[in-house]
């Protein structure tokens, strides 16, 4: 069976994965701010967003930050790799961790966020990210390569 002229729009096209890891990266995102509520809670508070959903809401920019980075390291590139899923996880979470930012810096300024210990806690918020991102990159990765229609013969072993 010539599976060339399939659909770009099923789940197993390129479009498809890009989509599933943007829903990934949000799934996780929300989690881990679940594990970090009570902090994220006072961040919500801070930067004057709605508290109604806190979690759902902090993680939504993984969303659409998702996507096209897993569009441009992985799929175009056909790198079905973990180092590639790696790439992906932490420049979503940095992604997303730089529009929160930006959004603080929107409401309160530059000066806040140079202000005492503002910017190192920032800092420590985007380290973790970052760490955070690259884990959970790996595991998609390595879904990618055994669910999504296999490794192309480049980089198979």
């Given at each position: ?31 881990v ?24 809401l ?21 790198a ?8 992906f996880?932490?420049l ?26 503002v ?5 420590l ?14 595991p ?13 013969a480049?980089?198979?072993?």
């Open positions: 069976m010539d599976d060339s002229h399939r659909s770009d729009s099923g789940f197993r096209s390129p479009r498809g994965w890009a989509l599933l890891a943007g829903g990934y990266a949000f799934a996780c995102g929300a989690l701010a679940v594990f970090l509520s009570d902090v994220l809670r006072l961040f919500v508070d801070v930067a004057g967003l709605p508290s109604v959903f806190p979690v759902p902090l993680a939504a920019p993984a969303l659409v930050v998702g996507p096209p980075c897993w569009w441009r390291l992985v799929e175009r590139r056909e079905f790799s973990y180092r590639a899923g790696a790439a996880g932490l979503t979470a940095l992604g997303t961790g730089t529009l929160w930012t930006g959004w603080f810096v929107a409401v309160w300024g530059v000066e806040l966020l140079a202000a005492g210990p910017l190192s806690i920032v800092s918020t985007l380290g973790f990210a970052a760490v955070a991102g690259l884990l959970v990159g790996v998609l990765a390595y879904v990618r390569r055994r669910v999504g229609g296999g490794v192309p480049s980089v198979a072993p």
